[in-house]
């Protein structure tokens, strides 16, 4: 029983990660119907960041904050690399945040070296229902939530939210009344690369990062927003959730080696099952 | 299409890249960019006339150096028939996995066809009849009974004719009735399908085709190596096919090798320049990712079309300024024109 | 207000307008007709800049907004929020002015934009573009897939805002008839070139104007022919 909170909390944990880096894909997609392959590496920036502002003294909190904006700016930068030149099909500025993300591991090596580094997050362990779960990853949790909780605000109240609303649900009719549809597509960029640090952020005390956790990252990221179609955020997050948990209990009952395995074929198949409905709602 | 490069062109390519062999001291460079030319023609054929991304292509490779490896070492078999079945099981592969597959489009067959490489990754290094965490060594070299191939210009060769081979095919796929359909592909499926052209069906043929060139590749390099491992297809390598293709031109017949060539010329300078002495060991991978990346980032912005084909458009102009006759019929195809993620 | 000069608008090697010249004054309304294709929302989508122009110059001196061909909703979004995304350029963002110019709108403002019908979308799209306070208001085709009697309705709308508001209107449409009933004066657009202008009840006599559009007025359903 004890196991199996475990792997269930730790399971949650790693599914907000993904779920965080998931709704990078969705806001980027809905706005541009670019698939930003960026998503993982924007995460390695803001976990990478984090740990060398706070080997820098930087108090906690503070680090963590600026490594999130870093975070952002980068991933408007991308976007504006990816998405600013007139009339670039979605599917080349995908090829093109695959050259990002390849530019980017090389960035990480130099700087970073190539071994998986894992900042100090909030030690100490806490009981939940018996089991010794590490603070870190209730934190992951919490703060999933409250940025969710955010975004949808954001998305459904504020003025700026529903422009970039109008600019994915109809590009047309959204530079008629002004609103600078590429503007809002680089600002979607940078909203995407606020969340993939922020997940970067959360998840390296746990799980360590380096030039290569932005593949596995953006997969199940991916996968996630999938579930989601690529336009929900909510279910993007409960995507998240249901991918890691499945993960952490096949890594814990059956082996470690077949989470992989695991993950990419629940993708696969969400995908190819609801393919059709998926392409539907996106011709939306 | 193939009247974009002159045939004297293509002569004097054919004689540079079998008397090269003769005095290079070593010829792993070498063979690899031919395989290298072999796969991505494949691909190319797939990206360019299907109007789709595969960012998992090293998927068939693996399972063609894998054919070669569990035939001979595992079962013992005649490594000529484990060659020959490399590229016929790779096609088949891909037609088993396409059949869901390529009802994926735009990003979803991208990230499908990256998790199927991931998959197969994860297969070889789990399963210890395909190697396992070890991998499987001592593939024994290419041959008939006794008569052995041994050293390695005999490899060269072999792959110099395969690399013929795959170009003959891909011409005479595109100039055929079939091509055209393909074509349409990736003009419009829709408009492709209303005029007839069976879309899921022409799809998995390519995709079964360009899987076969590459399996047909990847057991050579298992013959050469001889090693295969779940580590020896990177999702890089990968990626540096999709480079290739993208640089040379997709849906250009020539376009595969002239991107192969470039991008390993260029993996090439850079490793000599970071083996120097002095450099730090980090230099290699810095140097080899960015510049991927930048030639991609930067021919994708800048030739989007490709270097063949915006160097035959750029001929043709020329030529139709000097002629002032009628322009020639075969249109370049304009990958992804219509193609929406 | 508004002068055109030798307008060319071209989509790569089509030339969809081709020399076009006219002018609109303050507190005028004006009707470009023309049949499907002629370049009439090409022109207009110049006017509001979403569209460049190859040659030629437009001089606008006001401020303008666009109802657009075919509506454009906001689908997922609620009136009101369709409404006040029409102000994404200026401050005032209340919506209360509209409401009272047209008062459906009031009723149905937390429905789903996209659940509307036809002829309450061409409300909300014309509420959408006055949000801009626009001096010159651009309607691209107003009848459009539209029952006679809403058509009507808007008509009246339109009108009410050109003389009690001050409101100069473009009206861009296919029913001749209904356009120069609305307009004064009127340019006919073929081809991307205008092939006729004046006061519409002259025009509405020509006997070769009358033939090709007011007697054999073709049905169906046109199809879109700006490239935006």
Request: glycine share 12%; charged share 10%.
């Amino acid at each position: 029983m004890n196991d199996f909170i475990t792997y269930l909390v730790s399971g949650v944990a790693i599914g907000c990660a993904f779920a965080l880096i998931g709704s990078g894909f969705v806001v980027v997609h809905r706005v541009t119907r670019v698939v930003n392959f960026t998503q993982g590496t924007l995460a390695v920036f803001g976990g990478l960041i984090a740990s060398t502002l706070l080997k820098g003294a930087l108090p906690h909190g503070i680090a963590e904050i600026v490594a999130v904006l870093s975070a952002g700016v980068i991933g408007l930068i991308f976007g504006f690399i990816a998405t600013g030149k007139r009339g670039t099909p979605p599917l080349i500025s995908l090829l093109i945040t695959l050259g990002l993300s390849t530019l980017s591991a090389a960035f990480f090596i130099l700087f970073w070296g190539q071994n998986p580094i894992s900042p100090p997050g909030i030690g100490g362990a806490t009981d939940v229902l018996g089991a010794r779960i590490e603070t870190q990853r209730l934190l992951v949790v919490v703060v999933t939530v409250i940025a969710f909780v955010v975004l949808s605000l954001f998305f459904d109240r504020s003025y700026v939210g529903k422009g970039l609303t109008a600019a994915a649900s109809n590009p047309r009719a959204a530079r008629l009344v002004g609103i600078n549809v590429r503007w809002m597509g680089f600002l979607s960029f940078g909203i995407a690369g606020v969340l993939g640090g922020l997940a970067g952020v959360l998840i390296a005390p746990t799980n360590a990062v380096s030039f290569a956790s932005d593949l596995p990252l953006a997969l199940g990221g991916f996968a996630a927003a999938v579930f989601g179609g690529l336009v929900s955020v909510w279910r993007t997050l409960l995507g998240g959730i249901v991918l890691g948990v499945v993960g952490q209990l096949v890594a814990g009952y059956l082996s470690g080696s077949y989470q992989t395995e695991v993950a990419l074929l629940m993708m696969l198949a969400i995908m190819i099952v609801r393919y059709k409905s998926l392409s539907a709602e996106e011709a939306k | 299409m193939t009247r974009r490069i002159p045939a004297l062109v293509v002569c004097v390519a054919a004689v540079i890249a079998l008397v090269v062999p003769l005095f290079l001291p070593d010829l792993s460079f070498y063979i690899q960019m031919i395989l290298a030319a072999v796969i991505v023609t494949g691909l190319s054929l797939f990206m360019g006339y299907a109007g789709q991304a595969s960012l998992g292509h090293g998927a068939f490779v693996a399972v063609g150096a894998l054919t070669v490896a569990v035939m001979t070492v595992r079962l013992g078999l005649p490594p000529l028939l484990a060659l020959i079945c490399a590229p016929i099981l790779a096609a088949v592969f891909a037609y088993i996995v396409g059949l869901p597959l390529l009802r994926l489009r735009g990003h979803y067959l991208a990230f499908g066809t990256l998790a199927l490489l991931l998959i197969v990754q994860a297969v070889i290094a789990t399963v210890p009849f395909f190697g396992g965490g070890l991998g499987i060594f001592g593939v024994p070299p290419l041959g008939v009974g006794d008569a052995v191939i041994s050293g390695q210009l005999p490899y060269v060769y072999l792959s110099l004719a395969v690399l013929a081979l795959a170009l003959l095919i891909s011409r005479n796929v595109i100039r055929s009735r079939f091509g055209r359909g393909v074509r349409a592909l990736a003009g419009s499926e829709s408009a492709a399908a209303s005029s007839g052209v069976p879309v899921l069906r022409t799809k998995l043929a390519v995709f079964a085709l360009s899987a076969a060139f590459a399996g047909l590749a990847g057991g050579i390099m298992a013959f050469f190596t001889p090693y295969v491992s779940s580590e020896s297809f990177p999702v890089a390598t990968s990626i540096a096919y999709i480079i290739m293709a993208v640089i040379g031109g997709l849906g250009s017949l020539w376009g595969g090798v002239i991107g192969a060539v470039l991008v390993s010329l260029l993996v090439q300078v850079l490793n000599a320049v970071s083996n120097q002495p002095g450099l730090p060991a980090t230099t290699g991978p810095v140097l080899q990712y960015g510049a991927y990346a930048l030639v991609l980032i930067l021919a994708l912005l800048f030739i989007p079309k490709g270097i063949v084909p915006t160097i035959a458009q750029a001929m043709r102009r020329r030529r139709d300024r000097r002629a002032d006759a009628a322009a020639p019929t075969d249109v370049a195809v304009e990958p992804w024109a219509s193609v929406q993620g | 207000m508004l002068t055109l000069n030798d307008v060319v608008i071209r989509y790569g090697s089509a030339v969809a307008v081709d020399g076009v010249s006219l002018s609109v004054e303050r507190g005028e309304m004006v009707a470009l007709v023309g049949p499907n294709g002629a370049g009439k929302s090409s022109l207009v989508n110049a006017i509001s800049g979403v569209v460049p122009v190859a040659s030629g110059s437009i001089r606008l001196d006001a401020r303008s907004a666009q109802v657009p061909e075919g509506r454009q909703m906001f689908a997922d979004m609620s009136v009101e929020d369709n409404l006040r995304l029409g102000a994404w350029k200026s401050k005032d963002r209340d919506p209360a002015p509209i409401y009272e110019m047209l008062p459906d709108l009031q009723r149905l403002r937390r429905q789903k934009a996209g659940t509307l019908s036809g002829g309450q979308q061409q409300m909300v799209a014309v509420g959408r573009a006055l949000m801009a306070k626009p001096e010159l208001l651009l309607i691209d085709e107003l009848s459009l897939g539209l029952a006679p009697l809403v058509v009507a309705g808007l008509a009246d709308h339109l009108q009410k805002l050109n003389r009690e508001h001050g409101t100069t209107i473009l009206l861009i449409e296919q029913e001749i008839a209904l356009a120069f009933r609305l307009c004064e004066r009127a340019y006919v657009l073929e081809a991307g070139r205008i092939v006729a202008s004046g006061e519409s009840a002259e025009l509405a006599l020509d006997p070769a104007l009358r033939d090709a559009y007011l007697g054999g007025e073709v049905g169906g359903t046109p199809r879109r022919e700006d490239a935006s």
